[in-house]
């Protein structure tokens, strides 16, 4: 099947849809694509037919858990729409949409008002510069509930939020306030909405404003350009209400879009990094081609999708065009839409500002520029912050000595990681274990399932490995005398150092004092080598130092005897000479958590944090929600299967993210049951 391409930049609106979890993003989806005729019937959630949630992982847990791609034409634009995944395990697929829209729709529920998502997508939507909508969805469900929701939200993200439509009979329809100036709403004024968005709205064009202070009527295109202008600019951010399972509200929400929301030829222009420096690509067609990789799928048929946003210029399948910097010439071959699972083929050229598919161009990866051969630079796409990794696990292939498996996995591992950037994966330098990592717990085990299903892979898994440090907390001289003259060509070097902390997250200094030749000056990075190799070993477990000074200040040399190997020993003994007498101590990750609770389990979770180690460092409420949120620094040590354990504290509705802060000295008592199993490394690695 194939489809109509050739859309102009303000024909076309690129919409993201985020927020939590359960708000109804892909009820809202479906709703559109049913209303605007892209689908015969309504899919659902529950009974799992919708077009977004198709593959398998997503269709098993009832929720989406990577963004999908979908599109509808109505009144002759082109609506691309992208239905993000909204636990916040999976927020990387909803922050890597960003880059493609102009308009970021935060889905909040009725129901469930302000949660984790819509807050954290909010912001960092704005921190793109895109234009915010916030859809109060699920209004059937809770129409008594609106007025207070709309005021939290105002109150939570400030006087920018003006409603553009309200509720009528109990929930059951909605009044548009934008082309309307009088009607009955369930609450609040038409009227009085109506001017509210008038008068934000002309404020931000002193000729239309002008206007409106002398008495004369603001006919509706020019309202809209002030009104688009003003979205543009974070001035307004416009709150339309629907009931998505109904479809109520969908059309007026279509119609806003359509109307009202920034066109990629109307929105500011997009940021890219050319050369290291930020510049403005106004979304012309008439430019050479430049276009951002955001997504990356694998298709059972079609191998390798990769999704891009056109910046500029236009795309056909015959277009020739480069990524990176080694210049080697693509061709897209067939230029497709995706829509959910399906993949049709556009007849006609892309535009800029559209949103469309390659297949089968293995060199292409998420966040790559792709450009027209006749543009020079290095180009890098802006991106919105990504959170880190957290929670890992070590993996193998349960055919240990299989080596097809293994590499199979690694193949594997960096084929998912490209689809997701909060996913890492490598071998851990210090285990030799094949280590992957991601948000939370639900993030590890989708990827897990993946591997498996989509690799024909059977997985051991294991609890994570701490990443645990060693460091000084006193400073200390050390010595090594290296003299080896047995036998045939001899061995000389001496090395006097001494050795300081440094303050936390300083990481590793390294400085030469030595004075006159006593270690001749070609030998003194051969000192350093020594000193890294200490550093990697570690003294008490096997553990990487870590802030720590070393300055060599003095030592012997031998005409004929000293080499570089040997100075490399001689500075990896006098490290750990000195080590030995600096106090050293282990540093263990400590993590900042965020646990979201209904407030009624605080107690417990506070209680249960103590045993862990836990430092509560504040308890806030967002009352919409009815949520209450604990923050803490935790060990992460301590973290292991939290979030099953959090669930049993919480009748399963706590849940909880972290991110990385700091590293802290590990307790006498934790030290002692943490280096008791290791007795012994020390002694196995003491080659010398
Ligand atoms: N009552 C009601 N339920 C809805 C509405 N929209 C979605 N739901 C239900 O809410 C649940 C979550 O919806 P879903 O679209 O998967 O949310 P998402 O996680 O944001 O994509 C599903 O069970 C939907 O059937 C609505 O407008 N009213
Ligand atoms: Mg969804």
């Known amino acids: 099947m194939a489809v109509l391409g050739g859309f102009r930049p303000q024909d076309i609106r690129n919409v993201a849809f985020v927020g939590h979890t359960g708000s109804g993003k892909t009820s809202l989806s479906e709703a559109i694509l049913h209303r605007c005729g892209a689908v015969t019937r309504l899919g659902m959630v529950q009974t799992a037919t919708t077009v977004s949630d198709f593959e398998p992982e997503a269709r098993a847990r009832g929720h989406s858990i990577s963004s999908s791609l979908l599109f509808a034409t109505r009144d002759s634009c082109e609506l691309n729409l992208i239905d993000t995944p909204g636990s916040p395990e999976f927020i990387g697929q909803a922050l890597a949409a960003l880059p493609a829209v102009e308009t970021a729709v935060v889905v909040v529920s009725a129901v469930n008002g302000i949660e984790f998502n819509t807050r954290r997508l909010f912001l960092a939507a704005g921190e793109m510069a895109l234009a915010r909508m916030i859809v109060i969805n699920k209004i059937d469900a809770n129409p008594a509930g609106l007025p207070a929701l709309v005021n939290e939200l105002k109150s939570a993200f400030g006087p920018a939020l003006h409603c553009i439509n309200l509720p009528t009979g109990g929930g059951a329809d909605v009044i548009d306030c934008f082309d309307r100036a009088a009607g009955e709403a369930d609450f609040g004024s038409v009227a009085e909405i109506h001017r509210e968005i008038l008068e934000s709205s002309v404020e931000v064009e002193d000729a239309a404003l002008e ?79 430049l276009g951002h990789v955001f997504k990356v799928s694998t298709d059972p048929y079609l191998g390798k999708l990769s999704t891009i946003r056109l910046l500029q210029g236009t795309l056909d399948a015959r277009t020739p065009f480069v990524r990176g910097a080694d210049g080697r010439p693509l061709k897209a071959g067939h230029v497709l839409k995706l829509e959910g699972r399906d993949h049709p083929e556009i007849e006609s050229m892309a535009y800029a500002g559209d949103i469309v598919t390659v297949a089968k161009l293995e060199d292409l990866h998420v966040n790559d520029i792709v450009r027209s051969p006749a543009l020079a ?56 274990e094949t280590v992957i990592s991601g948000i939370g717990e639900q993030h590890l085990k989708v990827a897990i399932e993946r591997l498996e299903s989509r690799f024909h892979l059977t997985l051991d898994v294991k609890p994570p490995k701490i990443a645990y440090r060693e460091t000084i907390t006193a400073r200390a001289e050390g010595h090594h005398r290296l003299k080896k003259q047995t036998g045939g060509a001899g061995q000389f070097a001496e090395v006097f150092l001494r050795i300081e902390p440094m303050a936390r997250g300083a990481g590793f200094e390294f400085a ?95 209680a249960d944090l103590k045993p862990r180690r836990g430092r509560v460092l504040g308890v806030d409420t967002a009352p919409a929600t009815g949520m209450t949120i604990v923050r803490a620094h935790v060990p992460l040590g301590e973290l292991a299967q939290y979030g099953g354990q959090l669930r049993g504290l919480t009748g399963g509705q706590g849940s909880f993210v972290v991110e990385p802060s700091h590293y802290d000295f590990v307790p006498p008592i934790v030290q002692r049951r943490l280096l008791a199993g290791r007795e012994g490394a020390r002694d196995e690695r003491d080659e010398d």
């Open 211 to 289: 206007r409106y202070l002398g008495g004369a009527e603001i006919e509706l295109p020019a309202l809209r350009r002030c009104f688009i202008e003003a979205m543009n600019r974070g001035h307004v951010v416009p709150i339309v209400f629907t009931a998505a399972l109904a479809e109520v509200g969908v059309d007026d929400l279509l119609h806003i879009l359509v109307e009202e929301a920034p066109s990629p030829a109307s929105a500011r222009p997009r940021r890219l990094r050319r050369d290291g420096e930020q510049v403005e690509i106004p979304c012309d067609p008439a430019a050479p081609l």
């Open 512 to 606: 030469s004092e030595v004075f006159g030749g006593a270690i001749p000056t070609q030998y003194i990075p051969a000192v350093e080598k020594g000193v890294h190799d200490a550093l990697a070993a570690g003294e008490l477990g096997g553990f990487p130092v870590y802030d720590v000074r070393v300055v060599v200040h003095d030592g012997k040399s031998h005409p004929v005897d000293s080499k570089d190997i040997a100075f490399r020993t001689a500075g990896k003994m006098a490290f750990r000479d000195a080590c030995a007498k600096a106090q050293p101590v282990l540093l263990e990750p400590i993590v900042a958590v965020e646990i979201a609770t209904p407030e009624a389990y605080v107690g417990d979770i506070t």
């Open 377 to 432: 630079g290095d180009f890098a796409p802006v991106l919105p912050p990504y959170p880190q990794p957290m929670m890992s696990l070590a993996v193998e292939p349960n055919k240990k000595n299989d080596k097809n498996d293994e590499i199979k996995l690694s193949g594997a591992l960096a084929r998912l990681i490209e689809e997701d950037p909060t996913l890492r994966a490598g071998q851990d330098p210090q285990t030799g």
